[in-house]
């Protein structure tokens, strides 16, 4: 497990699922391959396909009919791998909390390591978590190691 | 001749939005297509109907990410059509500049992803780059990069700083020179041509059929523009042209949202300069029941909002009808007929709100021919160099 | 065609099929018609006065349901509502897809959100909402209750 996981810190892939937002986050995320924020100066790169990603970017409210793909595509991925939830929607649903389509935060779906939170969440925000989360299983293989 | 499904989505690399389309395809042909959304649906007409009339706008502008002016502004004037009112002539060109700010960021956005699907990366990363200046603007005059909140029924929520006009004026006029330059390296591009004239051509009674919307129906030929059809805000009291072209293809499309954001500019400053003086907001004191209609030109078409009141502080019934919901229906009309490699680029024509290009796999009736991945991106890009080659020789 | 004779031609070319006019502004027609005669008025409007389709929208009120289908005619910027008033324990109207296509999803929408069902759809399958949605739960009505009972409505602080 160790050895996998300092492999993937390398180089994260990631890979960016909507389940049911508004695209701004989204939008942010592509804004983030591009040149002004650059997001591949760290090595990242946005994965075409979920088999090739090591890290998941979920944005939105998870809502029923998105839902069940959100599973689907969570067992289809490599393991290990990291889940990230951007944005006021993934994390807690924000203003879709009473909404008769969104019944659950998306951390009750799918089991999630770092949330970023913002409506949406700036670009320099969501690479500075992305970051901190790599920083975070750092430090957490170092424990393991002691 | 066998026929084949090629499932498109939900989920993709690069549109934002989910959807999933059903491709059937005879060889390279496509003769069918079925749309079935709902991956984003969130029920935002009911929750519109807890919260009260000034909440309401910041559910509403929670829609769409890229419409995030729009909504706002149709629900808004709705609102005040319940009245009837009219807002106050500083805050009408406030929310003319906010909403020709965000017509210029999601028509560069499109042509970015457009150009992406066609496997010119470079005009991807040109356009975006120039958007960022444009995110900047919006950045100094709102506060944020999207999202913008400054709508408020009965007027707006901030006040522009005198300061800021000038440095405003000065980044938009310094966007023109890249956004010609782009201008002139997408309309002079002979490979260009190549893969988009004469592909995906919309017709003008099919447009008027789908009762299609914004750019879609302006590039097969119809003049409609609520912009200039019932004016609203400043657009009546500022020079520009509605922009019109003829053949309906992808070509087209594309040239007239180049052209719009030069509009746009031009609007923007014409706003700036004139910006009158006095109060931004009317203080609504209380919304008579009635019902009330707001329509107004958001990027991608006609953004449709109805809103009825009971005398409460709360919408009794809100309907949003947002612009893709009349174009989305559209690839009915225009994707049947064209090959395989140019359906991406059909499909991301009417610039649906959708951004993240999913999983595809092509799989024929056997079930033995899997692709995966963004090759359907692949086959269009491969299109393209092909063309390219042959333009070489 | 001036407003005035666009108003008056559809007042006497319908004028058994219209119950109520309201003139709210110079840009706004609110007109009440029968729910048999939505099948004569709605292609009239589309086709021989070249309106444009706007939206339908529908809604649940105290006694009856109520469908708005809006139509604007964009030279003289007149926005047409046409209000048709259905019976709440079957609600049940033509559809007008047939005569021209930009319908079809709005009715399917309707038919999901509020349960009205249309006569003559060519395609009414589910539009908006989840495929494991229960049949007969229509979220926009005014008894709708929550029939989810896993649902977590509380942000747990």
């Known amino acids: 497990m160790g050895v996998k996981l300092n492999a993937l810190l390398k180089s994260p892939w990631v890979f960016h699922l909507s389940t049911g937002s508004c695209n701004n986050c989204d939008i942010e995320i592509l804004d983030c391959l591009t040149p002004r924020f650059d997001i591949e100066r760290f090595g990242m790169v946005l994965a075409g396909s979920i088999k090739h990603a090591d890290v998941l970017l979920v944005t939105g409210s998870a809502n029923r009919q998105s839902m069940e793909r959100v599973k689907r595509i969570y067992e289809q991925m490599p393991k290990p791998c990291l889940v990230v939830a951007i944005g006021e929607c993934s994390l807690s649903r924000g203003l879709f909390i009473h909404s008769y389509n969104c019944p659950v935060p998306i951390d009750k779906v799918i089991p999630v390591d770092v949330y970023i939170p913002g409506c949406p969440p700036k670009p320099e925000a969501i690479i500075a978590g992305v970051v901190k989360l790599i920083e975070k299983v750092k430090a957490s293989q170092k424990e393991a190691k002691k | 001749m066998a026929r084949t499904i090629v499932p498109i989505g939900p989920y993709h690399p690069l549109q934002e939005e989910p959807e999933f389309f059903t491709l059937t395809v005879e060889g390279e042909k496509v003769v069918g297509i079925d749309v079935r959304v709902g991956y984003n649906h969130r029920g935002i007409e009911k929750l519109s109907e807890r919260k009260n009339f000034d909440q309401s706008t910041f559910v509403i502008e929670r829609i769409c990410g890229i419409c995030s002016t ?324 | 065609m001036t407003r005035e004779e666009v108003l008056n031609t559809l007042k006497e070319k319908f004028k058994n099929d219209i119950i109520s006019v309201f003139d709210k502004s110079p840009k706004r027609v609110y007109i009440e018609i029968t729910p048999e005669s939505l099948t004569r008025v709605a292609p009239f409007v589309f086709n021989d006065l070249q309106a444009r389709f706007n939206i339908a929208s529908g809604m649940d009120s105290r006694y009856e349901m109520e469908i708005l289908y809006h139509f604007i005619i964009e030279p003289i910027n007149l926005l047409i509502s046409f209000r048709v008033k259905l019976p709440k324990d079957k609600p049940e109207i033509a559809s007008i897809t047939p005569f021209f296509e930009a319908a079809n999803w709005i009715e399917r929408e309707m038919n999901e959100m509020l349960g009205i069902t249309f006569k003559g759809h060519p395609d009414m399958r589910r539009l908006l909402l989840p495929d494991q949605w229960p049949e007969g739960v229509y979220p926009l009505r005014c008894d709708y209750k929550e029939w989810d009972e896993t649902a977590i409505r509380d942000r747990g602080v």
């Open chain 2, 70 to 393: 729009s909504h706002p502004y149709a629900y808004t004037r709705a609102v005040e059509d319940v009245i009837p009112m009219e807002v106050p002539p500083r805050a009408k060109y406030i929310r003319t500049v906010i909403a020709e700010g965000e017509r210029i960021h999601s028509h560069l956005l499109w042509l970015g992803l457009a150009g992406h699907f066609l496997g010119y990366n470079t005009v991807y990363m040109w356009a975006w780059k120039l958007r960022e200046e444009i995110l900047d603007v919006m950045e100094i005059l709102s506060g944020n990069r999207n999202n913008y909140a400054m709508f408020t029924p009965g007027g707006v929520r901030r006040d522009f700083k005198p300061d800021d006009i000038p440095v405003v004026l000065k980044k938009v006029d310094s966007i023109v020179p890249t956004l010609t330059m782009l201008k002139k390296a997408v309309i002079d591009d002979p490979v260009l041509h190549a893969r988009t004239k004469g592909i995906g051509v919309f017709s003008k009674e099919d447009a008027i059929n789908f009762s299609a919307l914004g750019p879609t129906s302006r590039a097969s030929g119809i003049r409609k523009d609520v912009r200039k059809d019932s004016p609203y805000g400043a657009y009546d009291q500022v020079e520009w042209d509605m922009i019109v072209t003829e053949n309906g293809d992808v070509f087209d499309k594309v040239v007239l949202r180049i052209l719009e954001m030069f509009e746009s500019i031009k609007i923007i400053k014409q706003c700036l300069d004139k910006l009158p003086a006095g109060e931004i907001n009317a203080n609504i004191e209380s919304i008579p029941p009635g019902e009330g209609i707001g329509h107004i030109e958001a990027p991608r078409g006609e953004c449709f909002h109805y809103v009825r009141s009971d005398g409460t502080n709360r919408p009794v019934r809100h309907k949003v009808r947002a612009p893709t919901f009349m174009n989305l229906p559209t690839y009915k009309a225009t994707i049947v007929g064209q090959t395989i490699s140019d359906a991406t680029i059909i499909l991301a024509a009417i610039d649906p709100c959708y951004c993240c290009t999913e999983r595809v796999s092509v799989r024929t009736v056997k079930g033995k021919k899997l692709y995966s991945g963004e090759d359907l991106i692949k086959l269009s890009q491969a299109k393209t160099e092909k063309i390219r080659e042959q333009l070489r020789k």
